[in-house]
């Protein structure tokens, strides 16, 4: 809770700061702010659950390893922006206040324990996160990307909200465990529909946030055209919140009808994992490509939603922690190498610019090989451990054939991500060396450290939650 | 009270919606067939008022007439969560007054900020 109440107020503050002459102490600040409402999330560790706000949010150590993920992907994005100041058009003090209060809606959702409050989180989650998309206002392709984000970002609010209305017309609360408590003693009858169809709705609105098939389509756009630091923040921060919340949702209320929804979630998942991995082959640009990888992820995800148990949940804290410390990684170098070679003005994001990248700057180069092998699940990275919790989650629950297409769908994987190492060590290319910022490598070296630490001993988490 | 309802309570917001379809229907048709029609080119003129219209209609507006329109609607909605507050101020008693307070302290933040952007400097 504390972070919530800390960010929100930190906010503002961020906003006013923008007032003042000098324009250096914007990010020390808000990196500042970060750790401090990192501080105040970890001060409930182990106090047992806890009620906040009329029992509408509820923080547990899940909840806290959630808030965790989301504030530490926001720190180390925060501390590769830079401060934008490199660009003279952009105005720092507006996006880090905008993404601190989308940090707010995200800790909403992780602990929401009432459907009113997981609305209100996504709301202050997306609505941020469509004003950043478009941030970048004299590019055409981010002023179409922040348009399509919102007007189907609207229309999946519109569901949501639809499905939201629909299971409070069933069982008459908005409380979870009101809503479990109907579920689980549940006569086939009216009622019983108006639930079935209201938990589609609000599925379809949740989906559409973390970018599963069919209601991926905004995503490669998306990603494509907002600013490379905000589409890191988009793949980790948005998408850990939007699977903490899918998880809270179905696990506190609809285990009582998991034999209705969970064939739905495979069917989803299956579909998210051949959209996102075929997908992602036939790119050109190794941003786009990272889009439809982020795709399949939400499908590896939902494979851990349809075991729903709590070997599962502990695989979706690893796989996002894991995921999230890669796409920084993958995102970080690419904002770099992008800015070297430009294409009608815009930054090169296609795969041959990081040709003959090894040869003038072999830690980039090293970081990026680190990132796209825990990605694509080699062992000895986090990623890898990632995806064998997930499948042997699913694998316990019984669900076999759905381990089999995903491990198929990561095999076809290892070509998209292996395309980007082979660009970096064997092409020739005439990259000259990148000048990197002391704070921008310490980050880049941390994530990549964590990245094969959690490879090598993925037991570190064992037991804490 | 009744807790139970079932479908065929519902039965007059059917009957509703289908007299509001059936009167928004019959009237467009009525006045299409009892209506004299005359056609001619300066009639089917989007406006025809004499005077030859000119130009595109989608001209571009000054954006600050947007910035205030949507302040006026921020503060207005703001405002109206007054109302139920005063209303209910005795039961709510003090700590109802300290969350309105917080209230109002957050939205006049808002209201300096939107004054330091220069967002209500006409001239500029």
New interface residues.
Partial sequence: MYPIVLLSFFG?VT??LG?SKSKNILLPATLLFLIIALAGNFLEWNKGPLLYFYDMLRVDNVTLAFNGIILLSAFMIFAISGGFQDNPDSEPAEYFGLMLFSLVGALMMVGFQHLIMLFIGVEILSVAMYVLTGSNKRNLRSNEAALKYFLMGAFATGFMLFGITLLYGATGSFKLEQIQGFASNMQVG?ESYILYAGLLLLLIGMLFKVSAAPFHFWTPDVYEGAPTIFTTFMSTVVKTAGFAALFRLLSGSFTGVYGFWWIVIAAIAVLTLLVGNIGATSQNSFKRMLAYSGISHAGYLLIALTALSKPSQNAIIFYSLAYSLSTICAFGVLMLVSKEKTIGGQPNEYYDAFNGLAKQNPLLAFVLTVSMLSLAGIPLTAGFWGKFFIFTSAAERGIIWITVIAVLMSTVGIYYYFRVIISSYLKEGDLVKIRVAPFYKVILVLATFLTILFGLAPGIFEGLI | MNNTYLPSDYLPILVQFFLAAAFIGGTMIVTHMIGPSRKSKLKDDPFECGIESVGDARTPISVKYFLVAILFVLFDVEVIFMYPWAVNFKELGMFGFLEMLLFMALLLSGFYYVIRKGVLNWEE
């Fill in positions: 503002i906003l006013f007032f009216s």
